[in-house]
């Protein structure tokens, strides 16, 4: 036995999904997802950009709420001190790395822009779920282990329910993946499969 489960990790089973789903899109812009872009050459990243393409079309017949967000600045000014040196290009207001990815975007979504790792720091996204009446989040971006967990903790800490559909997550190593989701995953979120998540949102499945 894992020093994690005999300290008691993940023994609690599964949260489950609640009444109101919210799928919430982190940073699935070109900047990460262009391969012309230095952070866009993750065939990982892109294959979670594929992956979420599909979640998203079940999710918006299905009348679920989506978030979408890109990370950016004014100028570095706004910028906190970065130890990434591809965000300090490209990643800035009206450059092209700030546009979402097509695949994913839609103009019925709700889209904003954040400038920290968490989708919920600094932006209008708590109001937004507050209005839908949503009781369950679920996170899918770039990368898995930077951003896209400072949103699964932030989601936890403000009483969210927080699902992670694992094939739509993406980072620049598996390895970082993996290893943030299985981490994630014994404290704060139900890391699931693409069909599990799909049919919560097709049947409407309450597990609260």
Same mark, same amino acid.
């Given at each position: 036995m894992s020093g994690f489960s005999a300290a008691g990790y993940g023994d609690q089973g599964n949260i489950g999904f609640g009444r109101q789903p919210a799928v919430l899109v982190v940073d699935f812009q070109r *900047?990460?997802?262009? #391969? $012309?872009?230095p952070m866009g050459r993750s065939g990982h990243v892109d294959q979670a950009v594929e992956n979420t393409a599909r979640l998203l079309k079940v999710a918006? *017949?299905?009348?679920?709420p989506? *978030? $979408?967000?890109s990370v950016g600045w004014n100028s570095p000014r706004d910028? *906190?001190?970065?130890?990434?040196? #591809?965000v300090y290009k490209d990643m800035f207001y009206g450059d092209a790395g700030m546009e979402l990815d097509p695949r994913i975007a839609d103009p019925s979504d709700f889209h904003f822009i954040k400038g920290a790792p968490s989708i919920f720091f600094g932006t209008p996204l708590q109001t937004f779920l507050t209005r839908q009446g949503v009781d369950t989040v679920i996170v899918t971006g770039c990368t898995t282990s930077g951003c896209v967990r400072a949103s699964i903790v932030d989601a936890f800490s403000y009483g969210y329910r927080v699902m992670v559909p694992e094939p739509c997550c993406g980072d620049q190593e598996i390895s970082a993946h993996q290893a943030n989701l299985a981490d994630v995953g014994r404290r704060y979120a139900d890391v699931l499969g693409l069909e599990e998540v799909i049919q919560a949102i097709s049947g409407k499945r309450n597990d609260a």
């Open positions: *900047a990460f997802t262009d #391969s $012309t872009y918006r *017949a299905h009348n679920v989506v *978030a $979408t967000c910028m *906190a001190h970065w130890k990434v040196s #591809s």
